[in-house]
């Protein structure tokens, strides 16, 4: 079973950075993706990855802000948040799964409509205006 363990969230101020980390032990997943959930809203991708093309997908609201990725040996994802907003404050859970390249890019452009399998526990962002 895959294990997620997101780190690296904290308090920042808008218009800074911030890089978040999650680990992945006993990888089975051909997609990888941040959500966030800010509070009082649904759960929502930022951004998802799929892994053997290294292709990566993005929300609207952070495309040119955000960054997803993963290390060479494919055990860390990683989100870099550049000039980062109020409105990006809140829970960043990074989840994956077995789905194809398709369902991949529809955890961002189709929200909703695939469900992922594994999550970590959360990290909090907060950005101060």
């Known amino acids: 079973q895959m294990q997620l363990s997101e780190s690296g969230g904290g308090s920042v101020e808008a218009g800074g950075s911030l890089k978040l980390s999650c680990s992945v032990a006993?990888?089975?997943?051909?997609?990888l993706g941040w959500f966030r959930q800010a509070p009082g809203k649904e759960r929502d991708a930022v951004a998802s990855?799929?892994?053997?093309?290294?292709?990566?997908f993005y929300a609207d609201s952070v495309k040119g802000r955000f960054t997803i990725s993963q290390d060479d040996a494919k055990t860390t994802l990683f989100l870099q948040m550049d000039r980062v907003r109020p409105e990006d404050t809140g829970m960043y859970y990074c989840?994956?799964?077995?789905?194809?390249?398709?369902?991949?890019?529809?955890?961002?452009?189709?929200?909703?409509?695939?469900?992922?399998?594994?999550w970590g526990r959360g990290t909090q962002v907060t950005v101060s205006s």
């Open positions: 006993l990888d089975t997943a051909m997609c």
């Open positions: 990855i799929y892994r053997n093309l290294g292709t990566t």
């Open positions: 989840a994956g799964d077995r789905i194809n390249y398709g369902r991949c890019e529809g955890l961002v452009t189709n929200p909703g409509t695939t469900n992922l399998g594994y």
